[in-house]
C-alpha cells in the first residue's frame, strides 16, 4: 500500500467520525445551545431571547415603580463582566446585606449572616434558567450556575431606585 493510499483511509476514517458530530452540533440553535447538564438544555440568561423574556417579567414584577431601573440592576448582575458594570451594581447595592448560604448543611438548613455589600461579585454570564418572582413588595432573582449551585439575590424599591438587598448561595 502506498503512502497517497494510506493518507486517503486514514482521511476517509478520520471524516467518518468527526462528521457526524458536526452535524450534531450544526442542527441545535445557538441560542438552545447555550449548556449542557447531563440529559438537559439550560438557557444562558444573556443570551437574546432569555434577556428579552427576562426584562418582560422584571417589568411586571416592578411594575410603575421604575422598572428600567430594576431591569438595568438585574441584568448587570447577570450578564455584566466589566468595571462599568460592577460600579452600576455596587451604586444599587445596600451597605449592609443579608445572605443565606445552604452549601454545607447536611439537614436542609441555612446559615443567615449579613456582609458589607461591596463584597457581591457580579454573576458574570454564568446563570442558567433564571427565574424572577416577586416578593414582598421587591424582586427575587434565582438562577443556576451550570453546575451543581443555585444562586439568587433580591433587590428591593429604595430612595425612587433599586437596592440589592439579599443573597442566596445552595450547592447540593
Not at 453546575?147 to 429604595?158: L, N, R, S, T
Request: a negative charge; charged letters at 25%.
Amino acid at each position: 500500500m502506498n503512502s497517497k493510499s494510506l493518507a486517503l483511509k486514514r482521511s476517509l476514517l478520520m471524516l467518518a467520525i468527526f462528521l457526524p458530530s458536526i452535524s450534531f452540533a450544526r442542527n441545535i440553535p445557538a441560542d438552545v445551545a447555550s449548556f449542557y447538564q447531563k440529559d438537559e438544555i439550560l438557557k444562558n440568561a444573556c443570551k437574546a431571547s432569555e434577556l428579552k423574556r427576562l426584562r418582560k417579567e422584571v417589568f411586571s414584577r416592578a411594575k410603575d415603580n421604575k422598572p428600567e431601573i430594576a431591569w438595568n440592576l438585574i441584568r448587570q448582575m447577570l450578564c455584566g463582566d466589566d468595571i462599568a458594570a460592577y460600579r452600576y451594581v455596587m451604586a444599587h447595592t445596600k451597605d449592609a446585606i443579608s445572605t443565606e448560604d445552604s452549601t454545607d448543611s447536611q439537614d436542609g438548613s441555612s446559615v443567615k449572616t449579613e456582609i458589607h455589600g461591596a463584597s457581591l461579585s457580579l454573576v458574570r454570564q454564568m446563570a442558567w434558567d433564571v427565574s424572577v418572582v416577586e416578593t414582598n413588595g421587591g424582586i427575587r432573582v434565582m438562577y443556576d450556575d451550570g453546575g451543581v449551585c443555585v444562586g439568587g439575590f433580591d433587590i428591593q424599591p429604595e430612595h425612587n431606585s433599586w437596592q440589592i438587598v439579599a443573597t442566596s448561595w445552595s450547592c447540593d
